[in-house]
């Protein structure tokens, strides 16, 4: 491709090193997907010149490949960020925190969260949905992906902390995206030009199709697949919020160049409860009678899990803040007496309270215990903070300890964000568990995840320079999400759809809403300018083509 056409508009840098390339072509997932190039655009300005360039390209040589894939900092784990075309990375230039206020902050998209919580943590305040991945991600890629964690629990996803984004549209100019009323929305479709026909073209679109789109609403606690349609038009209130569907649309319509996020306050005291889970059978029970104390984490992992853990019990001492391995192995003494007495549970869930004192969260805590204790007698109450920090380790830790230690054989997201409603699990995790093992010769695997929102990582380790062991992976997927849809589940409460699970759309929602996903993207987007292949137009081959082999 001839890049002349930037020379002295683009302001930022252009490169294509062999380094640079290999760099950019992955991200977290299973794919390897190598670009033309990659942009370091200095600002918005440039930005907007990248857009114009590539419309012109598109006008002059229709049948050219030529796109835009923005990029934060790639710890994506669908294949968002990977493009054949060119990505624009925002993490060099676009990376200022502008202000820290009282319940917001408005940043650009290349900040890492670890440094805007930095910033927002001097003021008593966080953002309440950062993911697992907080030390390396950022906040262009959170937005994005509609990211969600442990505290989602209580304080939902993403898309409840972003009151107005500003971003690049497919026109080449910025506009600011926020809700707004019946009249102000009625004056936008007004007005003659490219933000009107926007927003007139897709209130038509989800006013006329108001049930189904309702109706294709996954019926679980957290969603990050297909576009938030549901969440635009609040009928009741008439308000039109356009920052609802930009959430979570993985760069397909447009560039994310600011954004304003909604802050909490941090509350000081924290107490965790620990619950050993023998019987699957007991979950549902167990999950209401936890929700009813209203814990601000409810986290899982399972006994697979464990097993990893005890195999690379030295990598844990530094991190739980013990001396040595033995005074880490001792920390143990709770799970080595379960497994000379019953075995091993199957699942360790962690119930963590927070509030404004010790003595209220303890009393949370002892509450829940005796509560559970009427049905449920395995749980714990750590005896201090280096006890109560190996459980966290573990459920935050294991799978980047273990991704460390495996040479041949890889971590790699297969069916790795899967949702179903608590009151289903006793019937469909030991189905789950059931596929998973069938393919035990080719992947090793094990759970953790969000217990309260019946969403599981399924962390899955292969060795991807095996043809046979890459031939499972659509197998796996296939049948995985379709026990989920059989449940009535989402194929990806988090993580979103990239490259992975664009091609299950239709699978998850049906051949109508996907429709719907197309004429969204093509009232954005009609060149197909942003991340094509993502959210609409995907496929199974163009997937398993580009999955690495190291
Ligand atoms: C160990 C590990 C744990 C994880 N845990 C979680 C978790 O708990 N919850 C969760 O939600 N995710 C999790 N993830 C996935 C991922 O880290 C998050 O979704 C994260 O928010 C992505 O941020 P990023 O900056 O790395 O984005 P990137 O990977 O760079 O990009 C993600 C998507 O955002 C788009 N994008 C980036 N910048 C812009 C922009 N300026 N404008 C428009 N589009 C843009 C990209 O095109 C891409 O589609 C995990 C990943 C890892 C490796």
């Known amino acids: 491709m001839d890049f002349s056409g930037l020379k002295g508009k683009f302001r930022g840098e252009i490169q294509d090193s062999e380094d640079i390339l290999k760099t950019y072509s992955r991200d977290t997932s299973l794919f390897e997907v190598i670009p033309e190039v990659v942009a370091f655009p200095k600002d918005a ?47 060099r230039h676009l990376n200022h925190i502008r202000e820290v206020g009282d319940g917001y902050a408005t940043a650009e998209p290349g900040v890492y969260y670890r440094d805007f919580e930095k910033a927002t943590l001097e003021k008593g305040q966080i953002m309440p949905s950062y993911p697992a991945s907080k030390d390396i991600c950022a906040i262009g890629g959170m937005i994005a992906n509609n990211a969600g964690g442990e505290k989602s629990l209580v304080y939902g996803k993403t898309q409840n902390y972003v009151p107005s984004l500003t971003v690049v549209l497919s026109d080449g100019n910025e506009y600011v995206l926020k809700p707004l009323t019946k009249s102000e929305l009625e004056t936008k479709i007004s007005a003659d030009h490219f933000e009107g026909r926007i927003y007139g073209e897709l209130f038509k679109l989800i006013a006329e199709h108001h049930d189904r789109i309702q109706m294709a609403r996954p019926k679980v606690s957290k969603n990050s697949s297909g576009y938030n349609l549901w969440d635009v038009w609040d009928r009741e209130k008439e308000i039109f919020d356009i920052t609802k569907l930009f959430v979570g649309s993985q760069g397909t319509l447009g560039i994310i160049t600011e954004a304003t996020l909604g802050l909490v306050k941090v509350k000081p005291a924290q107490q965790l409860l620990v619950i050993f889970v023998r019987d699957l059978q007991t979950l549902p029970q167990l999950i209401s009678t936890v929700l009813k104390h209203h814990p601000e984490n409810f986290e899982l992992y399972d006994d697979k899990t464990l097993g990893f853990v005890f195999h690379l019990l030295p990598s844990f001492v530094g991190r739980v803040g013990a001396k040595n391995v033995l005074e880490l192995a001792w920390e143990f003494l709770p799970e080595v007496k379960m497994m000379l007495t019953g075995g091993l549970p199957k699942l360790i869930l962690l119930a963590e309270f927070t509030g404004e004192s010790e003595g209220e969260v303890m009393a949370q805590a002892l509450a829940t215990q005796k ?47 899967i949702v179903v409603v608590p009151q289903k699990l006793p019937e469909f995790l030991p189905k789950l568990y059931g596929i998973l093992d069938e393919y035990k010769e080719y992947m090793t695997y094990a759970l953790g995840g969000h217990i309260g929102e019946g969403n599981f990582h399924v962390y899955s380790i292969l060795d991807l320079g095996d043809k046979k062991a890459r031939n499972i992976i659509p197998e796996v997927a296939d049948r995985v999400y379709d026990l989920v849809l059989q449940y009535g589940g989402s194929i990806t409460g988090e993580h979103n759809d990239g490259i992975i699970r664009t091609p299950y759309l239709e699978r998850q929602f049906g051949k109508e809403m996907v429709q719907l996903f197309e004429e969204t993207k093509r009232i954005f987007d009609p060149l197909n300018i942003f991340n094509p292949g993502k959210k609409v137009d995907g496929s199974i081959e163009y997937a398993v083509a580009h999955i690495r082999t190291s």
């Open 371 to 417: 509560d559970l204790g009427a049905f449920h007698d395995k749980t714990r109450i750590p005896k201090d903070e280096m006890e109560a920090r190996k459980y966290w380790t573990i459920r935050h830790e294991a799978f980047n300890i273990l991704r460390s230690h495996t040479s041949k054989k890889k971590t790699v997201p297969v069916v790795d964000d």
């Open 45 to 91: 300005e440039d930005i907007k010149t990248l857009i114009q360039f590539v419309t012109k390209q598109k006008q002059e040589y229709p049948n050219e490949q030529i796109s835009l894939t923005a990029r934060a900092a790639g710890t994506d784990m669908s294949g968002g960020p990977l493009t054949e075309s060119i990505v624009v990375d925002v993490m």
